[in-house]
């Protein structure tokens, strides 16, 4: 098997050199066959890449330990999913599975190449460049089939504790997608700048392929949070960490080119703006993985410290020096239609919101890189944690929300503030009467800062959704009057007529939805005691009482369990069992949260240890409000963005009604030829 | 009339006053144990965990536990917050600290994101001014009424304008 994965990975990168090579040759010699051989070399890169990921996995199941990964990174007891999870957890098999998940992407971009040759041709061939960094990666500086050194022992070191959840066999594969998909965007952008392409097809191109990569991020950085909240067993869910701020900052410049490329579409303007967005979203990708692996920054996330960040910083320095000359080269291509008439329109709002979105990403890089910066400048590192992104990131993200409540009340063009008052007035209200309602009913926004911030958000949030709800209202009573349906019925139909709209309406639906889990944890408490038989702990409206108290053995892990009765105003309602593991391979403790999700609040427990003395478990509780409300929104941000993706409705059947008409001209002439051969 | 509107101005303005005390009367009453959570959760756990300190949850481990117990004594004997912090970077050094300081060099990590913000923003009102400068007035005279054939094209173009 190694020898396999290691000929198919030196293969994929000749295979990759040639599409690269011979593909910038048939574009300038406006050659379509050897374009076509460059293109099937691509599709042959993704067989040879999956080949070699195959063989990695298969050694893992096959528990070879003459691989040094495999040792490093598997045991014979680990369960078999974990095994295959064992493809991403360590720094040589996660740059191999990023290689799959591009030449994958790549698989679909080339066979999809009829969309139109030209520009998939040149959008190929960058996405061969990029490939091309990343074998050389896994070719030549992080190489998953290299070989142990010395006597193979007869088992592995076992997977990291922290990653064997069942959470961690998703979330790693969602990020990756996510990261890896915003390469097929930037393909598009400089391949259509590269060529000066004509017309705006590119741009939804663009579009499309930056929403595909912003769903799986979307999904990636949510897993990732609940994986720390459900694992690290610390009671939250963000902290601020240099790899989850990895994560978050092309998701925020992917959500302002979401926003700004409605202005080139709708109205040509901000082109220039909207190619750099990409650019930046690439770049920040590629940033983030940097960052995680180079051990640039410290983070409990990160892979082990190697010599690859040189490498990267050299693939960057490249990538933007090439994103910089043909801008350059080509800028008149980019220049504005339209120009912006008011302050007071859509326009503007997209304007405000992408400044918002870049302060925000500007923010979280900044204070991600600041400890090194320190180091540079005073001689000794600082911490940039929690206090500092929490102080900085919340006004911005208030702000935020308020623009997401305007935006959708504004035209193109100019509004006029009669109009503007008309549709913000209700929901202005009904926002003000939340925050009087909040402030008197206990959320006491004097008191605390954390409390204020909360209040705020809470009265945004049903701004926004006031908002958003009065334009399904308002569009699904139309269409129901017209088609003689209930409101409800037209508010789906309005749906399918422009999913983009509408998905992105419920996107915001979903953001506000998280927002209001986020305000939640203003108000948590926790507490921490030993508990022997029969003790009590009070938390909120909750009694814990520790009914028992075990161990247990298997050939991956002990572990030891408690038993507790949960109580709520006097009646038992469940019995949890917060759980503490060790796990045999690499000796490392982990613990197993126990939750009791609901709407209003989580009661989480963490079994942190024993008392040496006593012998008791020491269990520390969680009272987490609102925390349920996150994942809800979730959800419903990814079906938004979903439902964005679809083809509107009526745009799918007439392109239906065109095939059909097509088929049936073709039918006719068919018809008419035989009878005049008759 | 007047003396009615100045009747109102000062009613508001009193009950502003009365809220505002009451807010201070009940930050008053900060207990310490909420001050030991507030300043526990400005401080890092320096075992290498990278967690808040009262985030940190190793079983057994030796640094959070100690400087929990350090900060619950301080605080139980009256001492300021600057005193606090100051003992705490003295003793683990200043990664200790869960954000930067407002002194010396680190005073650039807390105004660099509200410089960019000010200047993304100034950016953005100059640019849509500058843009509504240069938009040529409209001729008011010679407008003729669009043929009927034109008609489709102009609907097209307000859909694809209102669709968003």
Redesign the interface.
């Known amino acids: 098997m190694p020898q396999i994965g290691s000929f198919t990975l030196l293969l994929a990168l000749v295979l990759s050199a040639y599409a690269f090579l011979v593909g910038i040759i048939a574009i300038v010699r406006k050659d379509d066959r050897l374009g076509e051989t460059a293109r099937r070399a691509g599709i042959a890169v993704w067989i040879a890449v999956t080949a070699s990921a195959t063989a990695l996995v298969i050694s893992a199941f096959r528990n070879d330990f003459s691989l040094a990964y495999i040792l490093e990174h598997s045991n014979r007891a680990l369960p078999l999913p974990y095994k295959f999870a064992a493809l991403w957890s360590g720094q040589e098999g996660s740059l191999l599975f990023w290689c799959w998940l591009l030449a994958t992407y790549g698989f679909i971009l080339r066979l999809r190449h009829k969309v139109d040759t030209r520009l998939v041709a040149h959008a190929s061939v960058i996405m061969s460049g990029v490939q091309i960094f990343f074998l050389l990666l896994v070719n030549f500086a992080a190489h998953p089939f290299a070989m142990t050194v010395g006597a193979i022992p007869p088992d592995g070191n076992g997977l990291n504790p922290l990653l064997q959840y069942p959470e961690m066999v998703i979330h790693p594969p969602m990020l990756y997608l996510g990261y890896v998909g915003m390469t097929v965007p930037f393909a598009f952008a400089l391949a259509a700048l590269i060529m000066k392409y004509p017309g705006e097809k590119w741009i939804h191109i663009t579009r499309r392929w930056t929403m595909v990569g912003w769903a799986f991020l979307t999904c990636g950085i949510f897993l990732g949070s609940y994986w720390a909240y459900k694992v ?5 869910w963000w ?1 601020w ?1 240099p790899v989850e701020n990895a994560s978050l900052l092309p998701w925020l410049t992917g959500t302002a080119f979401l926003h700004s490329v ?1 202005m080139q579409e ?1 109205r040509g303007m901000m082109k220039t703006w909207n190619m750099w967005l990409i650019f930046s979203t690439f770049l920040l990708s590629i940033l983030g993985t940097f960052l995680t692996r180079s051990g640039v920054v ?3 996330h990160a892979f082990a410290q190697s010599g690859i960040g040189v490498w990267f910083v050299w693939f960057m320095a490249i990538t933007f020096a090439t994103c910089v000359f043909f801008y350059v080269k080509n800028k008149d291509h980019l220049r504005s239609e339209h ?5 007071i329109s ?1 326009e ?1 709002s997209f ?2 919101n992408n ?1 918002l979105l ?2 925000s990403a ?2 979280v890089l ?2 991600t890189l ?1 400890p090194v910066l ?1 180091e540079w ?2 001689g ?9 992104f929490n ?2 990131n919340i006004p ?1 993200a208030l702000c935020l929300l308020l623009l997401t409540a305007v935006g959708p009340l504004l035209a ?1 063009r100019r509004t006029s503030t009669e109009s503007l008052k008309r549709n913000f007035l209700v929901p202005a209200i009904l926002a003000l009467l939340t925050a009087v309602v909040l402030a008197f009913g206990g959320m ?1 926004p ?2 605390d800062i954390a409390n204020f911030y909360a209040l705020v958000a809470i009265s945004l949030s049903v701004l926004v959704a006031a908002t958003v709800f009065s334009e399904f209202w308002r569009g699904g009573r139309v269409i129901a009057r017209h088609n003689n349906t209930n409101v409800f019925a037209g508010m789906v139909q309005l749906t399918r007529r ?1 999913t ?2 509408y998905g992105g309406y419920i996107v915001h639906i979903g953001v506000i939805i998280v927002i209001i889990g986020f305000a939640g944890s203003a108000f948590y408490q926790s507490k921490e005691k030993e508990m022997g038989f029969g003790d009590k702990m009070n938390i909120g409206p909750y009694t814990l009482v520790c009914r028992s108290y075990t161990q247990d053995d298997n050939p991956n892990y002990r572990s030891e369990t408690a038993m507790l009765d949960i109580y709520k105003n006097g009646k038992k309602i469940d019995t949890m069992y917060p759980q ?1 593991r060790v796990y045999k391979a690499s000796e490392q ?1 982990a ?1 197993i949260v126990a939750n009791r999700s609901t709407i209003e609040e989580d009661l989480y427990l ?1 079994y ?2 024993v008392n040496p003395d006593t012998g008791n478990p020491i269990i ?1 509780a969680h009272l987490n409000p609102l925390v349920w409300w996150i994942w809800a929104g979730a959800h419903i941000l990814v079906i938004g963005t979903i439902i964005a993706l679809f083809p509107n409705m009526q745009a799918s059947k007439q392109a239906l009604t065109e095939k059909e008409r097509a088929r049936a001209l073709a039918a006719a002439g068919r018809t008419g030829s035989t009878a005049g051969a008759d | 009339m007047k003396q009615t509107r100045y009747a109102i101005v000062r009613r508001v303005g009193l009950l502003l006053l009365a809220a505002s005390s009451l807010a201070l009367l009940m930050g008053a009453g900060e207990s310490q144990e909420a001050r030991v959570d507030y300043l526990g959760h400005q401080m890092m756990c320096v075992c290498g965990c990278n967690e808040i300190l009262l985030e940190c949850n190793h079983v057994g481990c030796t640094y959070s536990s100690r400087e929990i117990d350090e900060l619950k004594q301080m605080v139980a004997h009256g001492d300021s917050d600057k005193v606090i912090y100051a003992a705490f970077v003295k003793e683990y050094g200043p990664t200790v600290l869960a954000a930067p300081t407002t002194t010396g060099f680190n005073r650039v990590a807390w105004i660099m994101p509200f410089v960019v913000f000010g200047a993304g923003l100034a950016i953005v009102v100059f640019v849509v001014r500058t843009w509504k400068r240069r938009i040529a007035p409209r001729p008011v005279a010679g407008i003729t009424e669009a043929p009927p054939e034109k008609l489709g094209e102009f609907r097209d173009r307000a859909r694809k304008d209102t669709e968003l």
């Open positions: 690290l067993g610390w009671g939250g902290g960490d409605m709708k410290s983070s409990v120009q912006l008439e008011s302050l859509r503007s304007l405000f400044v870049l302060v500007f923010a900044w204070g600041f320190s400048v005073q000794h590192k600082i911490t940039v944690g929690p206090p500092f102080k900085v911005i193109w006491k004097w008191a422009n983009r709209r503490r403790p613990t963490v942190t240890g520390k």
